[in-house]
């Protein structure tokens, strides 16, 4: 039934404009706004695979990580962010370095949060 329908994922935030700057202008990526739809925000990702952004008042971040972005060099990764003023998730059990990265429990992988509490991550790609 679903097969050849093209998905996308959405989450909400409580503030889309500081979304907005958040994800287009620290993450880098292209980011849209449809103002007559109440603000909502789609993240143009690469493969052609939007993401919606949609406002809530009241809005409780997720508990887990909505949205991963893979990349070549994790530490690399971490590193432009923390320039950029992103700050690191450090969770309790876990083997995490001095820059939040966890690594040799699967992919290497760092997690961060947008401005509205949202988990997103940055892990090494295949």
Do not use: C
Not at 48 to 64: C, E, G, I, S
Not at 75 to 82: G, I, M, S
């Amino acid at each position: 039934m679903f097969r050849d329908t093209k998905a996308f994922s959405g989450f909400s935030v409580d503030d889309t404009d500081r979304a907005q700057q958040f994800y287009a202008d620290t993450l880098g990526l292209r980011v849209s706004r449809d103002d007559a739809m109440g603000g909502m925000l789609t993240l143009h990702l690469a493969g052609d695979r939007p993401v919606l952004v949609y406002p809530k008042a009241d809005h409780a971040p997720a508990t887990y990580t909505v949205l991963n972005f893979p990349v070549e060099d994790v530490e690399r990764a971490v590193d432009e962010l923390t320039a950029r003023g992103v700050q690191f998730a450090r969770y309790e059990g876990m083997p995490q370095d001095d820059k939040g990265i966890m690594r040799g429990n699967g992919p290497d992988i760092a997690w961060f949060t947008d401005p509205a509490g949202n988990v997103l991550s940055v892990l090494a790609q295949d």
